[in-house]
């Protein structure tokens, strides 16, 4: 199993232009999730997905869309790139829950990253 | 909304033994978990806390305490592998579409000399 992946590793990209990070897992995971880290900030929740067909904000979401349209797929999209997007962007993935009891808890599998540079 | 605290940096020499704590303010809360980072990797689970108490896990051991909204992880026989960064993360509880959420802290930098 290859877990999950990203493409592409590094990017860099002038202001205005757009580009998409693709994510895939392998493990039939339902919750997907697109996170950026920056110095010093930890990691921050962009966009996430409880399942196929569905999106929904996280805590930073301005400037990215998403879409899942296959289970195993999760893609990042940034339509006019600005030098604030300039991050190391994450994706995760995580088995749903069967009961979602205080104790069960499903950790959460990560990519091993997209550098992207916006200049 | 949720915010956590944990030290920036903690340097300790191998065979030590390393508390790296975290303070959480949260509108609710499921649980406590933490997560490793090498320089250029991707972060990895070590343990998750939702009840009082520790759990161990090898050299590593979580800890926490609900009622003062504060956890720890220990790190113990400190190798010069164990040089990385180190996550806690709050549960979100939410509506039922958030049993995954996590929101995490700025990370502790753990650096191992000889």
């Known amino acids: 199993n290859a877990g999950v992946t990203q493409t592409p590793k590094f990017r860099v990209l002038k202001t205005g232009q757009s580009m998409t990070l693709l994510c895939a897992q392998d493990?039939?995971?339902?919750?997907m999730y697109w996170y950026r880290q920056d110095p010093g900030m930890g990691l921050r929740l962009i966009h996430y997905?409880?399942?196929?067909?569905?999106?929904a904000k996280g805590e930073v979401p301005d400037g990215y869309n998403v879409s899942r349209l296959k289970k195993q797929n999760f893609l990042l999209g940034l339509e006019s790139a600005a030098p604030s997007q300039t991050s190391v962007y994450f994706c995760?993935?995580?088995?749903?829950?069967?009961?979602?009891?205080?104790?069960?808890?499903?950790?959460?599998?990560f990519g091993p990253g997209t550098r992207l540079t916006v200049l | 909304g949720q915010s956590l605290e944990q030290p920036s940096e903690v340097t300790a020499v191998e065979g030590a033994i390393v508390q790296i704590n975290c303070t959480y303010q949260?509108?609710?809360?499921?649980?406590l978990s933490w997560y490793q980072q090498h320089d250029g990797g991707a972060p990895t689970f070590l343990s998750y806390?939702?009840?009082?108490g520790l759990e161990e896990t090898g050299r590593f051991s979580s800890f926490l305490s609900r009622s003062d909204s504060y956890g720890y992880l220990l790190l113990q026989e400190l190798q010069m592998k164990d040089s990385a960064s180190y996550f806690c993360?709050?549960?979100?509880?939410?509506?039922?579409?958030?049993?995954?959420?996590?929101?995490f802290g700025a990370g502790t930098q753990v650096v191992v000399t000889p």
């Open positions: 995760a993935s995580s088995y749903q829950s069967a009961s979602g009891g205080l104790s069960s808890y499903n950790e959460q599998f």
């Open positions: 493990m039939n995971h339902e919750y």
């Open positions: 997905s409880v399942g196929e067909g569905t999106t």
């Open positions: 949260t509108s609710g809360f499921y649980g």
């Open positions: 993360a709050v549960r979100d509880l939410g509506t039922t579409d958030s049993w995954g959420k996590l929101q």
């Open positions: 806390n939702a009840l009082d």
